[in-house]
């Protein structure tokens, strides 16, 4: 592999992340979580990895996009287990 082709490559990851992420957009603002209810938790960390993996489908095989797609799951699903707290 020559070296154009080595920066060709990372920038199509790097566009392949671009359109994932942006693609999530606030879709996944509109996740519901009930406080105190954990099966409502667990229904929306199920809900916001199928949304990811979805968008990210057509990416498969792009290791920049399935590093980002593994982060945004495991920030959300925090996130997600904070706000059922309450």
């Known amino acids: 592999m020559t070296e154009t082709d080595g920066l060709n490559n990372l920038s ?6 671009s359109r994932v992420f942006q693609s999530l957009g ?3 603002a509109h996740v519901t979580v009930i406080p105190g209810d954990q099966a409502s938790v667990q229904a929306a960390i199920q809900q916001v990895e199928a949304t990811i993996d979805e ?3 057509l990416y498969h095989g ?8 593994q982060q945004l799951k495991k920030r959300y699903r925090d996130e997600l ?3 059922g707290r309450g």
Do not use: C, F, H, W
Not at 12 to 17: S, W
Not at 62 to 69: C, D, K, Y
């Open 55 to 57: 968008k990210a489908a």
């Open 62 to 69: 792009n290791e920049l996009v399935e590093s980002m797609v």
């Open 81 to 83: 287990i904070r706000r």
């Open 12 to 17: 199509r990851q790097l566009e392949d992340a």
């Open 26 to 28: 606030g879709e996944l």
